[in-house]
């Protein structure tokens, strides 16, 4: 099989990390006997010092020319001072609109190898945890109106929060359909005793569950769920929400895994095009000094060939790549607490590759 991958390495650690990535993947070309053609294009900050935009015309038909996406991270104290518009950040709003991604599956568990870097209590890292986070990825508050104003007290921004049927309708049957292939139990995460939002949005995901019988389905506050995730984090098996909860949830639960360097996420929209990336950000007090954890990037691009290219086996080959590197005791300095000296990036890349064997 041949596919075409869009590289968008982007800033920070984002070259190191998609180089890691690469080199799986051509492992498994080789392996399987698939051909991955890439194409780099520019994103964020590399684009803003290149072409003035962090979001150029070519990135956005170099990536809907391509079969799926793979994103390394964005964003730095470079630009920090640049208006909203011009920011690293904008491109990755602007990339999910332009390829039509309105779903983030973020899973979060936590690997038996890696029990001792949880935070949590001794009994709560005995039950573990594994669990599926299906965040709304292109509405709600962040594509809400916003600007700035001058009120009663003087200047005043604002950022408006708004969701249609259509919008909540689409991410809860992906959610239901998640929930349905796994354990079969899903919680819709809101704040609907405050927000108007969350009232439709707790609304249409009843009216969606009467579709789903086989699917428990229950709700949670938002403020209860960011509890829950450190009181007991074992009872969540699939997890819906909005994008700034799914957001900030999602970082909450990849802290207690151990290490956000270990999260990879998948973004996909109606057809089997995805975008691929760690949920972590560009690290730049680590850039260019090999050192950041390639973990993520590489499940992010097991996903890749999950969920875009039906490539079960080889998805499962990596993964199973992963976890045997982990159990064997490796570790990135992220990971590494005391004992052996961390590996650096490339090390560990190559450790996962020896592990994929021939």
Same mark, same amino acid.
């Given at each position: 099989?041949?596919?075409k991958i869009?590289?968008l390495?982007g800033?920070g +650690?984002?070259?190191? +990390?998609v180089?890691?990535?690469?080199e799986v993947?051509?492992?498994i070309?080789?392996?399987f006997g698939?051909?991955f053609?890439?194409?780099s294009y520019?994103?964020?900050?590399?684009?803003i010092?290149?072409?003035?935009?962090?979001l150029p015309?070519?990135?956005?038909e170099?990536?809907l020319?391509?079969?799926?996406?793979?994103?390394?991270?964005?964003?730095?104290?470079?630009?920090?001072t640049?208006?909203g518009?011009?920011r690293?950040?904008?491109?990755?709003?602007?990339?999910r609109?332009a390829?039509?991604?309105?779903t983030?599956l973020?899973?979060?568990?936590?690997y038996?190898a890696?029990?001792?870097?949880?935070?949590l209590r001794?009994?709560?890292?005995?039950r573990g945890?594994?669990?599926?986070?299906?965040?709304e990825?292109?509405?709600g508050?962040?594509?809400?109106?916003?600007?700035m104003?001058?009120?009663?007290?003087?200047?005043?921004?604002f950022?408006?929060e708004?969701?249609?049927?259509m919008?909540?309708?689409?991410?809860a049957?992906?959610?239901?359909?998640?929930?349905r292939?796994?354990?079969g139990?899903l919680?819709?995460?809101d704040?609907?005793?405050?927000?108007?939002?969350?009232?439709?949005w707790?609304?249409?995901?009843?009216?969606?569950?009467?579709?789903?019988?086989?699917?428990s389905?229950?709700d949670?506050l938002v403020?209860?769920?960011?509890?829950?995730l450190v009181?007991?984090?074992?009872?969540?098996d699939?997890?819906?929400?909005s994008?700034m909860f799914g957001?900030?949830l999602s970082?909450?639960?990849?802290?207690?895994?151990?290490s +956000?360097?270990m999260?990879p996420?998948?973004?996909?929209g109606e057809?089997t095009?995805?975008m691929y990336e760690?949920i972590?950000g560009?690290?730049?007090?680590?850039a260019?000094q090999?050192k950041?954890?390639?973990?993520?990037t590489?499940?992010s691009?097991?996903?890749?060939?999950?969920y875009?290219?039906?490539?079960?086996?080889?998805?499962?080959a990596i993964?199973?790549?992963?976890d045997?590197?982990?159990?064997?005791g490796?570790r990135?300095a992220?990971?590494?607490h005391?004992g052996?000296?961390?590996?650096t990036?490339?090390e560990?890349?190559?450790?996962i590759?020896?592990e994929l064997?021939?």
């Amino acid at each position: 099989m041949q596919y075409k991958i869009a590289l968008l390495r982007g800033d920070g +650690i984002g070259p190191e +990390i998609v180089d890691s990535a690469v080199e799986v993947l051509d492992k498994i070309a080789a392996r399987f006997g698939h051909e991955f053609q890439y194409e780099s294009y520019l994103i964020g900050g590399s684009a803003i010092d290149a072409c003035g935009e962090p979001l150029p015309k070519e990135t956005v038909e170099g990536c809907l020319a391509s079969d799926s996406v793979l994103l390394g991270a964005v964003g730095g104290p470079k630009w920090d001072t640049l208006p909203g518009n011009l920011r690293p950040e904008k491109a990755l709003l602007g990339i999910r609109a332009a390829l039509g991604l309105f779903t983030n599956l973020r899973p979060a568990k936590l690997y038996h190898a890696l029990r001792e870097e949880c935070p949590l209590r001794a009994d709560i890292v005995e039950r573990g945890f594994d669990m599926m986070i299906v965040r709304e990825l292109t509405g709600g508050i962040y594509f809400g109106e916003r600007g700035m104003r001058v009120g009663k007290y003087g200047e005043e921004a604002f950022d408006t929060e708004c969701y249609s049927r259509m919008e909540i309708e689409r991410i809860a049957r992906v959610a239901f359909e998640a929930a349905r292939k796994r354990r079969g139990n899903l919680i819709s995460i809101d704040k609907a005793n405050v927000l108007e939002t969350s009232r439709l949005w707790r609304k249409v995901v009843h009216e969606i569950a009467l579709e789903y019988s086989d699917v428990s389905c229950a709700d949670m506050l938002v403020d209860n769920a960011a509890m829950q995730l450190v009181r007991n984090p074992a009872q969540f098996d699939v997890v819906v929400t909005s994008n700034m909860f799914g957001d900030i949830l999602s970082d909450e639960a990849s802290q207690i895994t151990g290490s +956000i360097g270990m999260l990879p996420s998948a973004s996909l929209g109606e057809g089997t095009r995805g975008m691929y990336e760690p949920i972590h950000g560009s690290a730049p007090d680590i850039a260019g000094q090999n050192k950041a954890n390639p973990i993520a990037t590489i499940l992010s691009a097991a996903m890749m060939l999950r969920y875009s290219f039906a490539l079960a086996d080889e998805a499962d080959a990596i993964e199973q790549a992963v976890d045997r590197v982990l159990a064997a005791g490796w570790r990135t300095a992220d990971l590494a607490h005391g004992g052996a000296p961390p590996l650096t990036t490339k090390e560990m890349t190559q450790k996962i590759l020896a592990e994929l064997g021939e």
